[in-house]
């Protein structure tokens, strides 16, 4: 299996859980993982959504895995979307504090992720030149 398609698949695998850790039952999960009140619709609501640019994420993301036109665009999508999940985490690091254990190592996750990515991009690019 190439390294681009795993790591698509990968990063699928990872997302989806907490896609819809977000926004399958807002109210219990969020309040069981990071003691957030969800009851409020609009809570509910926005989370929902969330879940929802993740899913749709993650399908682009494996539709990218199995076919070859759609791996470089993917690649660039999911490099961005962690680039800018752990960005924006970053920022809340320094305005807000230390948030809950399982968010900071979401973000070093996000970065770790969007690093690799950035790799698989310059070497698919890279391979791409030579045919």
Do not use: C
Request: charged letters at 15%.
């Amino acid at each position: 299996m190439k390294t681009q398609r795993a790591f698509l698949l990968l990063a699928s695998a990872g997302l989806t859980p907490i896609a819809l850790s977000y926004g399958l039952d807002p109210v219990r999960s969020l309040s069981f993982l990071f003691g957030i009140d969800a009851v409020a619709v609009n809570v509910s609501h926005i989370f929902r959504g969330v879940m929802g640019l993740y899913l749709a994420l993650v399908l682009f993301w494996i539709l990218g895995a199995f076919r070859e036109k759609y791996e470089l665009p993917a690649l660039y999508s999911l490099t961005v979307f962690m680039f800018g999940l752990a960005t924006g985490r970053l920022y809340s690091l320094f305005v807000d504090g230390m948030p809950h254990w399982l968010l900071f190592a979401y973000m070093i996750l996000e970065f770790g992720f969007a690093v690799a990515g950035f790799i698989l991009i310059k070497k698919s690019e890279k391979v791409r030149k030579t045919v």
